[in-house]
């Protein structure tokens, strides 16, 4: 990952012929010295004259010319803006992202304006953009080049910037003056640096101030390309380096409780369990005060030491607390266990926690995202990779691709049988797994069987401090972590999902969770489509497949298309449907047997299967005739499909297929697709068969889709069927 705090010039958008002369290195140490984003510009942006530590949202969406326009009337008019006001005007765009506006005179005759900033102001506007690329209008620009470069200020760093670049501008201009006078423009760009640096030396105390912020702002407390964890275990290695203590441990913040992430000292992978309210205002009065809240270790934790009444609760081991606040929300906690702190001792300590606070949230959300995005490249291909047609296949694909996703070294997926009330595991990774093949847990009982049973996921960080039995020994789990999910399709309860030993031994979280939330659509509808796969073999006995051709038969293919047009209807998915029959399938018959017919019947079966996704249902509707139910495809991609079909069966060398009226076997297909008008199994039937219909009397060997308009479709519902 580059380093953002380096200042970064758009090389590719910067019209350096038109810069003025000695302006760059003025831009670019004061982006440096600022942490924010600095644009010279003359006219509509982007493009800019120049550039100088972009933030990496803006860059995403600069470059993008179908999100481009979001910032048009922020960033684009923002020339106009600064030179209708004549002074500094600030604005917050359509990012959340706050910026402002100035005219500058760099003594060239020509009007120009700075645009300032780029930076949020509240992580409360990073989250909304967040979930916008999450969920929202810009999924699809998600990546992890958003967060290259993401700035946090305060409104009054704007301001100081604003007055920097008027200080700036001035000693530029004026030295451009002199320069005029007494020598060659040449020379004048060879003293620019002199003069910059004489221009930053003249407030060196504030400059140093605006230095050591930027440098907070960009994470030099930790590495920028710090995964979290590591960054707070280098902020607890800082502070006690710095204020010389061995006790630490940093709490997080996860549903209004704080959660161990790491701890020095004996806090050092000791669960611990702080009995105070993220909103309680405690924190935020000993946060004011530059102060700490005293705890007492009881048997059930860390409590205020003003809330214990029986000192016999107390083990007499205390600790003081330090929030770390962002805006007007506590973040994370600080637990210090070190004895006897001095006032000078818990302020400084305080101080730092207020220093560390943005950082540490800015990384906690870009790794958040980032997981995000990786996730969305896992969505993306979810439904395309579980196209096996084998339910024991596909119970192996969906466990693999969830494992992978959370990082789990040890899974299993159980589904739940009506008939017996009991879950069975269908699959299984991880030490062990072979005997984890054989549970089967009743409804209601253990983990799994109370999560179903209930309907709600549980994430467990420590089993120890959620007051849970650990497991038995012999499993040999490597961490105290899981997360235990219900799978389940319009409140019919599917199963559940178990993943634990979080590789590199970390702690499974609500992020975690939030991408199993996300990918639980996708699962559950490839395990249902698995279950119906696995029940179609189990219900052969009963004829549900066609004994000639081996595809499911007209009675399986009406259940199930009803079952599909139900999940259309509630995801407002596309489905399409197609009827095939065989041309001159008669003539066939009558000239070389019916024994020959039933050889061209299965290969013509043959021809279909190899056409189709996994996810395909075909079938044999009855005689020559063969139908394809095609989940989340619209009319396009089906016909696409059919006229894949078609050449395919054209191409197929049948024993006398020569002899045929059009000097080869082929089929006639009509498709049709569910729509408003066109929404029960019934009709799906019958539009198809109309397009079949029109195919057989354009010529044959075509493929035609139903297009008759809406209005006509209740109108002609019952019409007699035509015979071929």
């Known amino acids: 990952m580059d380093n953002p705090v380096a200042p970064a010039r758009d090389k590719g958008k910067a019209q350096t012929s038109k810069m003025p002369s000695d302006w760059a290195a003025a831009q670019d140490s004061l982006a440096a010295a600022s942490g924010l984003s600095i644009l010279l510009v003359e006219g509509h942006q982007p493009p800019a004259l120049s550039v100088s530590n972009n933030n990496s949202i803006c860059q995403v969406f600069q470059s993008s010319p179908k999100h481009v326009h979001l910032c048009d009337p922020y960033c684009g008019r923002a020339y106009e803006r600064a030179v209708e006001a004549g002074q500094a005007s600030h604005y917050r765009c359509h990012a959340g992202l706050h910026c402002f506006a100035m005219p500058v005179d760099l003594g060239t005759g020509r009007q120009l304006a700075v645009i300032g900033g780029r930076a949020f102001l509240t992580s409360a506007d990073y989250r909304a953009l967040a979930e916008?690329?999450?969920?929202?209008?810009?999924?699809?620009?998600?990546?992890?080049?958003?967060?290259?470069?993401?700035?946090?200020?305060?409104?009054?760093?704007?301001?100081?910037?604003?007055?920097?670049?008027?200080?700036?501008?001035?000693g530029l201009k004026g030295q451009t003056q002199t320069v005029e006078r007494e020598a060659t423009e040449t020379r004048a760009k060879s003293k620019a640096p002199e003069i910059v640096e004489e221009?930053?030396?003249?407030?060196?105390?504030?400059?140093?101030?605006?230095?050591?912020?930027?440098?907070?702002?960009?994470?030099?407390?930790?590495?920028?390309e710090s995964e979290f964890k590591e960054a707070c275990g280098s902020s607890l290695e800082v502070l006690s380096n710095r204020a010389k203590l061995t006790s630490l441990a940093l709490l997080l913040r996860e549903r209004g409780m704080f959660i161990y992430a790491c701890g020095r000292g004996e806090f050092e992978g000791a669960?611990?369990?702080?009995?105070?309210?993220?909103?309680?205002?405690?924190?935020?009065?000993?946060?004011?005060?530059?102060?700490?809240?005293?705890?007492?270790?009881?048997?059930?934790?860390?409590?205020?030491?003003?809330?214990?009444?029986?000192?016999?609760?107390?083990?007499?081991?205390?600790?003081?607390?330090?929030?770390?606040?962002?805006?007007?929300?506590?973040?994370a906690v600080l637990l210090v266990g070190d004895p006897v702190l001095t006032d000078e001792k818990r302020r400084a300590i305080a101080s730092y926690c207020r220093?560390?606070?943005?950082?540490?949230?800015?990384?906690?959300?870009?790794?958040?995202?980032?997981?995000?995005?990786?996730?969305?490249?896992?969505?993306?291909?979810?439904?395309?990779?579980?196209?096996?047609?084998?339910?024991?296949?596909t119970y192996d694909a969906v466990l693999?691709?969830?494992?992978?996703?959370?990082n789990a070294e040890r899974a299993s997926l159980l589904l739940f049988d009506e008939a017996s009330n009991e879950l069975s595991v269908k699959s299984a990774f991880g030490p062990r797994a072979e005997v984890a093949r054989a549970v089967r847990v009743r409804m209601g009982?253990?983990?799994?069987?109370?999560?179903?049973?209930?309907g709600r996921p549980l994430v467990v960080r420590d089993v120890e401090t959620m007051g849970r039995t650990p497991a038995p020994a012999e499993r040999s789990y490597k961490t105290k972590s899981f997360i235990s999910?219900?799978?389940?399709?319009?409140?019919?309860?599917?199963?559940?999902?178990?993943?634990?030993?979080?590789?590199?031994?970390?702690?499974?979280?609500?992020?975690?969770?939030?991408?199993?939330?996300?990918?639980?659509?996708?699962?559950?509808?490839?395990?249902?489509?698995?279950?119906?796969?696995?029940?179609?073999?189990?219900?052969?006995?009963?004829?549900?497949?066609?004994?000639?051709?081996?595809?499911?038969?007209?009675?399986?293919?009406?259940?199930?298309?009803?079952?599909?047009?139900?999940?259309?209807?509630?995801?407002?998915?596309?489905?399409?449907?197609?009827?095939?029959?065989?041309?001159?399938?008669?003539?066939?018959?009558?000239?070389?047997?019916?024994?020959?017919?039933?050889?061209?019947?299965?290969?013509?079966?043959?021809?279909?299967?190899?056409?189709?996704?996994?996810?395909?249902?075909?079938?044999?509707?009855?005689?020559?005739?063969?139908?394809?139910?095609?989940?989340?495809?619209?009319i396009e991609e089906a016909t696409a499909i059919a006229e894949r079909i078609r050449r395919r069966v054209l191409r197929m060398r049948f024993p006398h297929g020569k002899a045929q009226p059009l000097g080869a076997v082929t089929v006639s297909i009509g498709v049709s697709a569910f729509c408003a008008e066109v929404d029960t199994p019934e009709l799906m039937i019958k539009m198809a068969d109309r397009a079949l219909y029109a195919a057989k009397h354009r010529g044959k060997n075509r493929v035609e889709v139903y297009e008759k308009p809406p209005a006509q479709v209740e109108e002609n519902v019952d019409a007699p069927e035509e015979a071929e």
């Open 445 to 454: 009982e253990g983990v799994s069987g109370s999560v179903l049973s209930e």
């Open 485 to 634: 999910y219900p799978i389940s399709i319009s409140g019919r309860k599917v199963g559940v999902l178990n993943v634990t030993d979080k590789a590199g031994g970390g702690s499974y979280d609500d992020i975690d969770l939030s991408l199993i939330e996300s990918i639980a659509p996708q699962m559950a509808m490839a395990l249902d489509r698995a279950e119906w796969q696995e029940r179609a073999s189990q219900f052969q006995l009963m004829s549900i497949t066609d004994p000639l051709t081996g595809m499911l038969n007209r009675r399986y293919l009406i259940e199930r298309l009803a079952e599909e047009l139900k999940r259309s209807k509630r995801h407002e998915y596309a489905m399409s449907f197609m009827m095939i029959d065989i041309d001159d399938f008669k003539h066939y018959n009558d000239r070389n047997g019916h024994q020959a017919g039933d050889v061209a019947l299965e290969m013509t079966a043959q021809c279909l299967k190899s056409a189709l996704r996994g996810a395909d249902v075909a079938s044999r509707y009855g005689g020559e005739e063969f139908c394809i139910l095609l989940p989340q495809t619209t």
């Open 271 to 331: 669960p611990i369990h702080v009995e105070v309210g993220s909103k309680d205002a405690r924190l935020f009065v000993t946060a004011k005060a530059a102060s700490s809240l005293v705890l007492r270790e009881t048997a059930e934790g860390f409590k205020p030491a003003g809330t214990i009444r029986k000192q016999t609760d107390t083990t007499g081991r205390t600790a003081e607390l330090f929030p770390l606040i962002v805006g007007d929300e506590v973040k």
């Open 132 to 170: 916008r690329f999450r969920v929202g209008d810009l999924q699809e620009l998600l990546s992890t080049e958003i967060f290259k470069n993401v700035i946090f200020a305060s409104r009054q760093d704007l301001d100081g910037l604003a007055l920097k670049i008027e200080e700036a501008v001035r």
């Open 199 to 224: 221009t930053r030396v003249k407030d060196e105390d504030a400059e140093q101030s605006a230095s050591e912020r930027a440098a907070l702002l960009q994470g030099r407390y930790f590495q920028a």
């Open 355 to 393: 220093e560390i606070a943005l950082p540490l949230e800015v990384l906690r959300l870009r790794h958040e995202l980032e997981q995000r995005a990786r996730f969305a490249e896992h969505l993306q291909n979810f439904g395309e990779r579980i196209t096996t047609v084998n339910p024991t296949e």
């Open 400 to 406: 693999r691709m969830s494992k992978d996703l959370l």
